[in-house]
């Protein structure tokens, strides 16, 4: 069974730029949600995928976007970056069905300087 | 009030002693639960889930639901050095997980 996978690691941007994040859902899964980890706080729901299209979202402004594929592969965008868009943005993987479980990759830490 | 409330910590025991960490949500609706473990510059990874009142066990973790009083916990049995590190509780309101902001847990050897 292959895990959630992310990339990249890590990335450092400047304000004002434009960033896309990529996630690959876990074997069997076909639900990738994304959330944003600031410092010393849990994960933030930005939006959620299935069937290529958001099944719903957090309270996170339209510069955050999101993209699902065939494969349930996911891509984050952000434009017009910010200061406080510095996090660890964390992509999870589920099976909609009766466990709603959620398995999380390791995770892209962003910087924006 | 925030979705999910969590004691911060941090959380001190020693080697071989019991850890007790709780978690209230506000939403009487909610079914379903987690407890994700967190270590220092790593992901969440899921080590409980619980959808009905009552424990459930799992090797040395014991989840406990309460959904009349909002209430679920997690308990460490036997807790090591290896289970220092943050524990997030996760609820699902509506169609979203909302997750608190983690307790802290310091295993002392």
């Known amino acids: 069974e292959t895990g959630v996978t992310q990339s990249p690691t890590h990335l450092i941007k400047t304000r004002g730029q434009q960033v896309t994040l990529r996630c690959s859902s876990q074997?069997?899964?076909?639900?990738v949600s994304w959330y944003q980890q600031a410092l010393g706080q849990g994960p933030q729901f930005i939006f959620q995928?299935?069937?290529?299209?958001?099944?719903g979202r957090g309270n996170f402004p339209p510069r955050f976007s999101g993209l699902q594929f065939p494969n349930y592969s996911s891509e984050l965008n952000v434009n017009a970056l910010e200061l406080d868009d510095s996090a660890l943005y964390l992509c999870?993987?589920?099976?909609?069905?009766?466990?709603?479980?959620?398995?999380f990759g390791p995770g892209t830490r962003l910087t924006v300087t | 009030q925030k979705e999910v409330e969590q004691n911060s910590g941090p959380l001190s025991v020693p080697e071989g002693a019991i850890a007790s960490l709780n978690c209230t949500y506000s939403d009487r609706g909610s079914q379903s639960f987690f407890w994700y473990r967190q270590y220092s510059g790593k992901s969440p990874e899921l080590i409980m889930s619980i959808y009905s009142n009552g424990d459930k066990e799992d090797g040395r973790f014991t989840a406990q639901l309460n959904k009349a009083s909002q209430y679920v916990s997690l308990l460490i049995r036997d807790s090591q050095p290896s289970d220092s590190a943050t524990y997030l509780c996760?609820?699902?309101?509506?169609?979203?997980?909302?997750f608190g902001t983690g307790t802290s847990l310091t295993v002392i050897p």
């Open positions: 996760a609820v699902i309101m509506g169609n979203q997980f909302y």
């Open positions: 995928y299935y069937r290529e299209e958001e099944n």
């Open positions: 999870a993987s589920s099976y909609t069905g009766t466990s709603r479980e959620q398995y």
């Open positions: 074997s069997g899964h076909n639900t």
